[in-house]
């Protein structure tokens, strides 16, 4: 812990004494403080044919928390989180014991979901120390996991700067990871991972989009043979056009090796492909994406906001040894406060010829009034080669104020 420290605190020190360009005294419009609550209920019923059960999951989770007031550039965030089940526990939180039933990952659970301290001494410079949510760009590498009841937060140190000439630099020390399972799980190791990880993110803007370089140095000291290092490249453009037809295009490539006491076996890249249109309300998006694997391992995002790719079934959590190539069809439109979403995938394997499946989703959301959301959502996975069909459907309402 103290080499942690020492690391931590010459990075700290260091990054304090880097060059400031065009940067303006932050002002102090959030001088005052701000009470943070949210509560979100969600039904979600699962039918596996793995399991002779449907899982059917009621939960509530509760946020509260306060933001200080900001002074010479300080300030605070505290949030507790709570997560309650409601009625019949038909389900397999994975701490309730109900290996019977598909698992719904929403375990009971109280914790203290963030703490930090913040010090923006200039609108181009922000520090960040303490319990806080961690996402970097779509999410794909780190996220908050936002869409179950108990979200990911880190213990962790966030530096970031805009220089003056349009490049933003980004660093962030891991020390630990509170993942989805919770503070109270009997499973330590599901709950929290002890992690010696750093994350670095440069980023400038290159023709109508911006190109962001990446590396992830990741040494996870609870499980040490899944350390692992990230390097990648992630190009993101659009164009928008009001009166016509827009277009977004995004390309990525990152190579996973082995990292401190990882495994051998780890060797495999990452590739993403996706371009879309918007015309008026609707958004038209097509992408290829491909996790390597080598028969041994498949790429891996363990940080990752999951549930966002690869379909809302949540068959590719874990990547399979053989890879996975995802090729995927989106559809959005909003009309007023309601917006729809739908998505279809065609999964294979990177190498072995394999057909996994093939999913069809749907969600249509609902901003029924100041503050509040609805959402009705479905997901049918339909394996082929290998595993089993899955359906999943959620309905939920949620507040925040």
């Known amino acids: 812990m103290n080499r942690k420290l020492q690391i931590v605190n010459g990075l700290s020190l260091a990054?304090?004494?880097?060059?400031?360009?065009?940067?303006?005294?932050?002002?102090?419009?959030?001088?005052?403080?701000?009470?943070?609550?949210?509560?979100?209920?969600?039904?979600?019923?699962?039918?596996?044919?793995?399991?002779?059960?449907?899982?059917?999951?009621?939960?509530?989770?509760?946020?509260?928390?306060?933001?200080?007031?900001?002074?010479?550039?300080?300030?605070?965030?505290?949030?507790?989180?709570?997560?309650?089940?409601?009625?019949?526990?038909?389900?397999?939180?994975?701490?309730?014991?109900?290996?019977?039933?598909?698992?719904?990952?929403?375990?009971d659970n109280t914790e203290l979901n963030q703490a930090y301290l913040q010090y923006a001494p200039t609108d181009a410079t922000k520090f960040m120390l303490?319990?806080?949510?961690?996402?970097?760009?779509?999410?794909?590498?780190?996220?908050?996991?936002?869409?179950?009841?108990?979200?990911?937060?880190?213990?962790?140190?966030?530096?970031?700067?805009?220089?003056?000439n349009g490049l933003n630099f980004r660093y962030t020390y891991l020390d630990r990871a509170l993942r989805i399972y919770g503070d109270d799980h009997p499973n330590e190791d599901f709950a929290r991972w002890q992690l010696d990880a750093h994350l670095l993110s440069l980023s400038h803007k290159l023709g109508p989009g911006s190109l962001t370089a990446y590396a992830h140095f990741i040494e996870n000291q609870t499980l040490p043979l899944n350390s692992h290092q990230n390097i990648g490249l992630h190009y993101v453009a659009k164009h928008d056009n009001k009166e016509g037809i827009g277009w977004m295009a995004s390309a990525e490539y990152a190579k996973q090796n082995h990292y401190?006491?990882?495994s051998n076996t780890i060797d495999a890249d990452y590739v993403l492909l996706e371009g879309g249109m918007v015309w008026k309300t609707n958004t038209f998006k097509a992408g290829w994406e491909r996790l390597g694997g080598n028969g041994s391992y498949g790429f891996a995002t363990p940080f990752a906001t999951l549930h966002a790719f690869n379909g809302w079934a949540d068959r590719f959590l874990t990547t399979p040894v053989n890879g996975l190539e995802d090729s995927y069809l989106g559809w959005n439109r909003k009309w007023g406060k309601v917006t729809a979403n739908v998505a279809w995938h065609d999964f294979h394997s990177d190498r072995m010829n394999i057909h996994y499946g093939s999913?069809?989703?749907?969600?249509?959301?609902?901003?029924?009034?100041?503050?509040?959301?609805?959402?009705?959502?479905?997901?049918?996975?339909?394996?082929?080669?290998?595993?089993?069909?899955?359906?999943?459907?959620w309905l939920s309402v949620e507040y925040i104020y």
């Not at 005052?32 to 899982?55: S, T």
């Not at 306060?66 to 309650?84: A, D, I, K, M």
């Open 359 to 393: 999913e069809w989703d749907a969600s249509l959301a609902w901003a029924f009034a100041p503050k509040w959301n609805a959402l009705l959502k479905h997901a049918n996975y339909q394996a082929d080669d290998v595993g089993f069909d899955v359906a999943k459907t």
């Open 15 to 107: 990054l304090m004494a880097l060059p400031i360009f065009a940067a303006e005294p932050v002002l102090t419009k959030d001088a005052e403080g701000k009470l943070l609550f949210d509560a979100r209920w969600r039904m979600e019923q699962v039918d596996d044919d793995a399991f002779a059960k449907d899982a059917n999951a009621d939960t509530l989770r509760l946020r509260l928390g306060y933001r200080t007031p900001v002074r010479s550039g300080w300030s605070g965030v505290v949030e507790l989180e709570h997560t309650s089940h409601l009625f019949n526990e038909d389900f397999n939180s994975t701490a309730n014991n109900q290996t019977a039933y598909p698992v719904v990952v929403d375990p």
């Open 130 to 164: 303490g319990r806080q949510r961690v996402i970097y760009d779509n999410q794909r590498f780190f996220g908050n996991v936002g869409w179950r009841q108990n979200e990911q937060t880190f213990d962790a140190l966030n530096i970031e700067h805009r220089f003056g």
């Open 260 to 262: 401190a006491n990882g």
